[in-house]
């Protein structure tokens, strides 16, 4: 990385630490969302693991496969640039559009990748896991009321049978 105040190393370790970064930039968010998914399904299933282990091959695959092909498409478009402290993705070196000294010789477009990153972040953190939280609570909550309802028939079939055993005594 020449040319960027305080940058030790190359262009390629730059790449590397920006795909680094990216990779788990990305694949933290995946788990974090992947967790109440895994709760909402405990719950579904009455916590009984067979019915819901499948869940967690797709989440390890989605977690690591899909960071992995944002962060191919960085590292081959060299849009892994000095930005701040470290590496990361940006179309080039921080400052070289206000530094004449600096060339702004690396990296291609890649709005639209910046946003489908920016936007799928913004959904595992954000979107995804307190919609999960509330289908949850309304699952439980349906549960709760259908067990409410079969109680208290329970209840109305249990004094029913015990007037009618009060009415059967009476009568003999």
């Given at each position: 990385t020449p040319d960027y105040v305080e940058a030790s190393g190359t262009s390629n370790t730059c790449t590397a630490q920006g795909f680094i970064y990216s990779m788990c930039s990305m694949t933290v968010p995946t788990y974090y969302g992947s967790l109440s998914l895994q709760a909402f399904m405990g719950i579904k299933n009455n916590f009984k693991e067979e019915k819901y282990q499948?869940?967690?091959?797709?989440?390890?695959?989605?977690?690591?496969?899909?960071?992995?092909?944002?962060?191919?498409?960085?590292?081959?478009?060299n849009n892994f640039n000095p930005n701040g402290s470290g590496c990361s993705i940006a179309k080039a070196p921080h400052?070289?559009?206000?530094?004449?000294?600096?060339?702004?010789?690396?990296?291609?477009?890649?709005?639209?990748?910046?946003?489908?990153?920016?936007?799928?972040?913004?959904?595992?953190?954000?979107?995804?896991?307190?919609?999960t939280m509330m289908a949850m609570?309304?699952?439980?909550?349906?549960?709760?009321k259908k067990e409410g309802e079969s109680r208290g028939m329970q209840k109305l079939r249990e004094c029913a049978r015990k007037?009618?055993?009060?009415q059967i005594a009476v009568q003999i």
């Open positions: 499948w869940i967690e091959n797709p989440v390890h695959l989605a977690a690591w496969c899909i960071p992995a092909a944002f962060s191919a498409v960085g590292a081959v478009t400052g070289c559009e206000t530094d004449p000294d600096v060339p702004c010789k690396r990296g291609g477009n890649i709005d639209m990748l910046e946003y489908t990153v920016g936007l799928g972040l913004i959904f595992l953190y954000i979107v995804f896991p307190p919609s609570y309304c699952w439980i909550k349906k549960i709760g007037q009618m055993m009060h």
